[in-house]
């Protein structure tokens, strides 16, 4: 028996670039896993976050906000591989309450 959680293809190919979260998101809207939905909503937040980052590549904060999106992606990606739904302390949960337009 496999512990492998629904929708975990989804949720890997939403950490593949901002045009995979989007497949991800309409792969999950003909039938809904709530493993992908929160891994899509994980990465949306990652996303705005590296725009982010991109506003303020002027300035050396831009670089720090940049290598913490990196490495926050990295390890959501790992979660998602290793079937998991742990995610960054904090923003991980705010990300899921804000983004409920992907529910």
């Known amino acids: 028996?496999?512990?492998?959680?629904?929708g975990k293809n989804?949720?890997?190919i939403a950490y593949l670039t901002f045009v995979g979260m989007l497949i991800a998101y309409f792969m999950n809207k003909e039938e809904q896993h709530e493993f992908a939905t929160w891994h899509?909503?994980?990465m949306f937040g990652l996303v705005i976050l590296l725009f982010i980052s991109l506003m303020f590549q002027r300035f050396e904060?831009?670089?720090y906000i940049y290598w913490i999106a990196v490495a926050l992606w990295f390890f959501?990606?790992?979660?998602?591989?290793?079937?998991?739904?742990?995610?960054i302390p904090?923003?991980?949960e705010k990300f899921q309450d804000w983004f409920t337009f992907f529910d």
């Open 1 to 6: 028996m496999s512990n492998t959680p629904a």
């Open 10 to 12: 989804k949720a890997i």
């Open 40 to 42: 899509i909503k994980n």
């Open 61 to 63: 904060v831009g670089f």
């Open 76 to 87: 959501s990606f790992c979660m998602a591989l290793f079937n998991r739904t742990q995610g």
């Open 90 to 92: 904090y923003l991980s």
